[in-house]
């Protein structure tokens, strides 16, 4: 069992720059953690994704403008954001896979225009 903690959101205008985090605690090997965003009505996206060696994968509307990056013996995982834009805003969920899938609670980003 894994239990994921997210930190980190919160109101940013258009333009800014926020910096997620999600600590994993418990048992397990996680392998690939990640960050996912849902609104309201619509189905959770994928945002980006990281390996344990490092291997990163983004969604295209964020590309160039978000960073992944973990810390394998902290059991964390960050999301960069800059040049946020309003239709960033969304609530963005940690993700990990250690055996099965595991999700944190949820933080809110909201980026005004």
């Known amino acids: 069992q894994v239990q994921l903690v997210e930190s980190g959101g919160g109101l940013v205008q258009a333009g800014g720059s926020l910096r997620l985090s999600c600590a994993a605690s418990?048992?397990?090997?996680?392998?690939?953690m990640g960050w996912y965003r849902q609104t309201p009505g619509k189905q959770r996206e994928l945002v980006a994704t990281?390996?344990?060696?490092?291997?990163?994968n983004y969604a295209d509307s964020v590309k160039d403008r978000f960073t992944i990056s973990r810390d394998n013996a902290k059991n964390t995982v960050y999301l960069q954001m800059n040049s946020l834009k309003p239709e960033d805003t969304a609530v963005y969920y940690c993700n990990c896979n250690a055996r099965y899938t595991f999700w944190g609670q949820g933080t809110q980003v909201t980026v005004s225009s």
């Open positions: 418990g048992s397990g090997f996680i392998t690939v």
């Open positions: 990281i390996t344990r060696g490092g291997n990163t």
